[in-house]
């Protein structure tokens, strides 16, 4: 370690109950407590702090919802937006506990990914001592049911959706300052973490989980002590579900579903429906709690924008003559010919592109794939208008597109399998026609170069002919 590192870390251990007890006593003056929460960090420092705010603000209203009897809270970073903080305290309904955020001592290891520098903020949930019982949660889960009886268990519990490492988007725990200063100065002198993370941080700092009993609520209702393993059911992966395409979990409640993939394949981006079946589960839970009225000014004007262009370049379609009256040689046209088919390509792949990135990520799949294809249809129409290629093949990976969300979103797959080979034979089926569309476009271009009306040659005269005038 670096001779800043320990001292840094003795700082935060000094100050952490401080900060805690200030945050806590905050809290404490806004309304009564009850003896259970559900708690959830926030932070800021990633390009996806908006939506991680949005995701939050969904799991807890969708928790109210199904009225769970625990307080609603959340861990948030001193730095996260005031504006963020007044809206999750007045229209949702949660208890914002403000903290400095935990230095991660891990950030110089090798597999370091920086972001999970700020995770260990999670282990600001032992230092919840009003409660009895914490169930700490990842903003990307989906509930489908109550969990309370999870208060029912002991010390620390959480589920193993990996054969040998527990995960911690869900987890039960009992606030312990003892635990919770024993935890920094577990940082200071270097636990070992294998992933520089609160994942790997909390496994190595419980590793004898594995051998614990399972948990079973106990029909007195009276909570157990110790650790137990909690039932799959609790934190089901989505990947079963999409290989499945329906939960049936045999060992416990389906309570709640969990993503713990690729950063990009959470369920609340709006391309994650029909690639991501349960994309929609998770937009309708927005729908129900938060709605989309945010979003809305930004989806218009963008609508807009993009109707004005196709209007646009129908009404006034450019010609290419006026740009190439200067050439020079013959032995241009294969220089031009190799430069156009550059510039056209690159245009179709922008018109493409460009659209996706433009609409917010978090907007219901419905809107963000028809805004999506109507800004395609859009600048699409500028390359076809610009170069003069025929509409049908620059629009055949659209159509295609298209096609494949039909095949995705069809909803009587018996299994996640039998879609996925569906997909791969539309896709095979279709590639034929997206080659056949990208030689027409070629030819398209090459006939445009060898077009005399287009390029006259120097000194003749520069005319427009009949044809050019309907430009």
């Known amino acids: 370690m670096g001779a800043g590192r320990p001292l840094g870390l003795l700082v935060a251990l000094l100050l952490a109950p401080v900060v805690v007890f200030v945050a806590a006593q905050e809290v404490a003056t806004t309304s009564p407590r009850r003896k259970h929460a559900y708690a959830a ?18 799991m807890m209203r969708s928790l109210a919802r199904l009225g769970v009897d625990a307080d609603l809270v959340v861990i948030a970073s001193v ?13 949702d309904g949660v208890k914002v506990v403000s903290v400095e955020n935990l230095k991660n001592p891990y950030e110089n290891q090798g597999n370091f990914n920086s972001r999970f520098k700020l995770t260990l903020n999670k282990l600001y949930a032992w230092s919840l001592v009003s409660y009895d019982r914490v169930v700490m949660l990842d903003s990307d889960n989906i509930f489908l049911q109550r969990t309370d009886e999870l208060f029912m268990c002991g010390q620390f519990c959480a589920v193993f959706i990996n054969p040998c490492i527990f995960h911690t988007g869900l987890f039960v725990l009992q606030p312990s300052m003892k635990v919770f200063n024993n935890m920094l100065h577990e940082l200071e002198i270097g636990r070992d973490n294998p992933d520089g993370a609160d994942q790997g941080f909390l496994a190595s700092y419980f590793s004898d989980l594995l051998d614990r009993p399972m948990f079973h609520p106990p029909s007195s209702g009276a909570k157990l002590n110790g650790s137990y393993r909690l039932p799959l059911g609790y934190q089901m992966d989505a990947s079963y579900y999409y290989l499945k395409l329906r939960w049936s979990i045999p060992c416990g409640p389906n309570s709640v579903i969990t993503f713990p993939s690729a950063p990009w394949l959470k369920p609340w981006y709006w391309w994650s429906w029909p690639v991501l079946p349960l994309g929609l589960s998770w937009h309708e839970l927005r729908r129900e709690n938060l709605g989309y009225g945010s979003d809305l000014p930004i989806l218009l004007i ?86 003069l290629l025929p509409p049908l093949p620059v629009l055949t990976v659209l159509l295609g597109m298209l096609g494949s969300l039909f095949v995705m979103a069809f909803p009587w797959y018996p299994d996640g399998v039998i879609r996925a080979l569906t997909v791969f034979a539309y896709a095979f089926c279709y590639s034929p026609i997206a080659w056949a569309s990208l030689l027409k476009v070629t030819g398209s271009l090459q006939n445009l170069v060898e077009r005399e009306v287009f390029f006259p040659r120097l000194g003749e005269s520069t005319e427009m002919s009949e044809f050019n005038k309907l430009y």
């Open 41 to 58: 960090m926030m932070y800021m420092g990633t390009p996806r702090d908006y939506e991680f705010y949005v995701a939050t603000r969904v």
């Open 302 to 387: 963008q609508g807009v924008m993009y109707v004005g262009i196709i209007a646009i370049t129908r009404l006034a379609r450019p010609s290419l003559s006026k740009l190439c009256y200067n050439r020079r040689q013959e032995k241009s046209i294969a220089i031009l010919h190799t430069t156009l088919k550059i510039a056209a390509f690159w245009s179709m792949i922008a018109a493409y592109s460009v659209p996706f990135f433009l609409i917010p990520r978090t907007v219901h799949p419905i809107f963000g794939w028809s805004l999506y294809m109507l800004g395609v249809a859009s600048l699409s129409s500028i390359v076809i208008n610009v170069f």
């Open 79 to 91: 730095d996260v937006p005031v504006r963020w903080v007044q809206t999750l305290q007045e229209e």
